[in-house]
């Protein structure tokens, strides 16, 4: 069974710091192309980072580029994103996921449908 377990939210000042990780559970992470994405109160969820360990290769959103770095742990089978200058617009629910599909030597995937996602994510809110 494929799982993900999101935690390190919370409630943050603006500008402040916070460090997502997210557990996988039934697959090796660092064998294909992993995101985090987020949805915001009304709004549809959005991919902000992804990352390839085995082309070591990421991406990013522009809304976060500069200020957020996804990274992985192969051997905890776990990976992160390290929030900085957090702003009140990254207030959200935050949600790791995995294209399946992806193949070594192939560009990452953004396409949010090309992701699957189980857990329940992890709350995060910065107030201003």
């Known amino acids: 069974e494929m799982q993900f377990d999101e935690s390190g939210g919370g409630l943050v000042q603006a500008g402040g710091s916070l460090r997502l990780s997210c557990a996988a559970a039934?697959?090796?992470?660092?064998?294909?192309?992993v995101g985090w994405f987020r949805q915001a109160p009304g709004q549809e969820r959005e991919g902000i980072s992804y990352?390839?360990?085995?082309?070591?290769?990421?991406l990013y959103a522009e809304s976060v580029k500069g200020r957020f770095t996804i990274s992985g742990d192969s051997a905890k089978n776990t990976f992160y994103l390290q929030m900085n200058s957090l702003k009140t617009e990254d207030t959200a629910v935050y949600y790791c996921?995995?294209?399946?599909?992806?193949?070594?030597?192939?560009?990452?995937?953004?396409?949010?449908?090309?992701?699957?996602?189980w857990g329940q994510g992890t709350q995060v809110t910065v107030s201003s």
């Open positions: 990352m390839s360990s085995s082309d070591d290769s990421t």
């Open positions: 996921a995995t294209d399946l599909s992806w193949v070594p030597g192939s560009p990452i995937a953004t396409d949010v449908d090309r992701y699957h996602y």
């Open positions: 039934g697959f090796p992470v660092g064998d294909y192309a």
